[in-house]
């Protein structure tokens, strides 16, 4: 036992203050003082030092993850979704070894970036898996109902994220813009249901449809966990599928699949553009092939990348630093391509005679088709040339857009089906497209005709005044009504905001391209 001694050996001093006059009172506050209540000063004999056994706790050794997936496994921590549509799916995806291999070695572009983000806001790990159901990590992925990129973000809904949506780019394919977007959602969407498997079906269906299936069942007395909700059969297999996927990961050995490395490393770095330049110029530079930039730059939709819209570029981890350093020393324009605003409405052949181009390069380019007019106030990629040689203005960057108008005007016919014919047939003996034709009809392209059915067509009227038509064969087909109501049809290729299926109502399934 180690005791506290106080003892000293002092010299005596002659000078020396004798010890009662060391209390007097004009020294008095020298002194401690008693122990006051909330003071830090304690009184009275300092207490025994002692010694005691201790106990060091025990340290467990963590090594780093292997990969990427070790570390995905480490961060599962949803609650298990264990029925039998979850056994379905495993069986489903581990039916399809091709499919989960295309998948996954497309995710290991994107896929160290998600996990970094989620692991950055203490998310559950689950949700890096999330783009394999939406997507299958295809950032070109577009459904019917025009959800975009790995996310699957509708076009109003990108907008109230902030995801830039134009006629140069589209935000909602943008690696970096859409993943924070897709994690903001589904945060907002777990603070408002507290539960992560009713954000998830909130994200799928619209958190308005889960409201309203919560209130339905507590008004009769039912339970509210996702299991018990009334819903759609896509939304009711959506987290299903996640599980599946999940469970897959998790142990590949037990479903019998072999997952590609992707190593616990970044795969892009980014790289900030101060001045305008072309895609290929990039690519060059990089030493990578404009495909390889494409993938990772998913959202720019022109062969010019436009700093002030678009500042910063994704590259594979070694090229971005061969890319910079090859753009030091680079000689000869950067850019070849700018944007050109349209001052008035005029045919494509008319813009291209004015920027100096080819007719049918502009319209391609720029996606315009045959007998469209190009309305005034449209934004338009073109050469540059001596009076055009400036980057793109951050104005025109983020705000371009492409109107058009059809060149004739068109009027709603009725004609008859021939017997045996399909939509797309009749639609090509009338000159129009069958994809039109099907949209105006909401019938299948393909669809099987009954001899004699009405099928309405938007056909372009002549200068007489008549509505062109098929010529008749054998008196077989009856001669096209006309309605007496004029449809002015005005076909505009910017952007639209519809109401948006995470708001209001359930995405549907995305492009067979997606696999």
């Not at 190009?374 to 857009?401: E, F, K, M, W």
């Not at 014919?421 to 393909?446: F, H, Q």
Request: glycine residues 6%; positive net charge; contains cysteine.
């Amino acid at each position: 036992m180690l005791l506290l001694s106080g003892c000293a050996t002092v010299e005596q001093n002659p000078d020396a203050v004798p010890p009662a006059e060391i209390a007097s009172p004009a020294t008095e506050n020298t002194l401690p003082k008693p122990w006051k209540s909330g003071s830090s000063e304690p009184t009275g004999p300092l207490s025994a030092i002692g010694t005691a056994n201790t106990t060091r706790p025990s340290v467990v050794t963590l090594a780093a993850p292997s990969d990427l997936w070790d570390r995905i496994r480490r961060g599962l921590s949803m609650p298990d979704l264990d029925t039998d549509l979850v056994r379905g799916r495993e069986k489903w995806y581990a039916s399809r070894p091709d499919y989960i291999q295309r998948m996954t070695e497309r995710s290991s572009r994107y896929l160290f970036h998600i996990v970094e983000e989620i692991e950055r806001r203490n998310m559950p790990m689950e949700l890096a898996l999330l783009p394999f159901i939406e997507s299958a990590f295809n950032p070109q992925a577009v459904s019917s109902a025009r959800a975009a990129g790995i996310w699957q973000f509708m076009p109003a809904t990108g907008e109230s994220f902030d995801l830039k949506q134009n006629v140069f780019r589209d935000d909602r394919r943008d690696v970096l813009a859409s993943t924070r977007a897709a994690l903001d959602y589904l945060q907002q969407l777990h603070n408002r249901f507290g539960d992560w498997h009713l954000a998830l079906a909130a994200y799928n269906w619209g958190q308005g449809n889960v409201n309203r299936a919560i209130t339905h069942n507590k008004r009769k007395g039912l339970p509210t966990a996702y299991t018990d909700l009334n819903m759609p059969l896509e939304t009711r297999m959506y987290i299903p599928k996640l599980q599946a996927v999940k469970n897959i990961i998790a142990k590949p050995e037990a479903f019998g699949t072999q997952l590609p490395l992707i190593g616990n490393h970044p795969f892009f770095d980014t790289v900030v553009l101060d001045r305008d330049i072309d895609v290929s110029v990039i690519a060059r530079l990089a030493g990578i092939s404009e495909q390889d930039f494409r993938a990772l730059n998913p959202s720019l939709r022109h062969p010019v990348v436009m700093a002030a819209g678009t500042p910063n570029i994704l590259l594979p981890w070694d090229s971005a630093a061969i890319f910079q350093r090859e753009l030091q020393t680079h000689s000869g324009p950067l850019a070849t391509w700018t944007a050109w605003v349209v001052p008035t409405t005029m045919t494509a052949e008319k813009a291209a005679e004015r920027v100096g181009m080819d007719a049918r390069e502009l319209r391609s380019i720029n996606s315009i088709p045959p007998r469209m007019l190009v309305r005034a106030g449209s934004s338009l990629i073109v050469p540059r040339n001596s009076h055009r040689n400036s980057d793109v203005t951050l104005h025109v960057a983020d705000n371009g857009h492409l109107s058009l108008q059809p060149d004739v005007v068109l009027r709603r016919v009725s004609v008859r089906a021939r017997q045996g014919e399909n939509l797309a047939a009749l639609a090509n003996r009338y000159g129009v497209s069958p994809v039109g034709a099907a949209d105006w009809n909401k019938l299948a392209v393909n669809a099987r005709l009954k001899s004699g059915q009405r099928i309405t067509l938007m056909l372009p009227r002549q200068s007489s005044g008549t509505v062109a038509s098929a010529p008749r064969k054998k008196g077989r087909d009856t001669a096209p009504s006309t309605s007496s109501r004029k449809t002015a049809v005005n076909n505009t290729k910017s952007v639209k905001s519809p109401q948006t299926a995470q708001q209001n109502g359930s995405k549907t399934k995305v492009a067979a391209n997606a696999k």
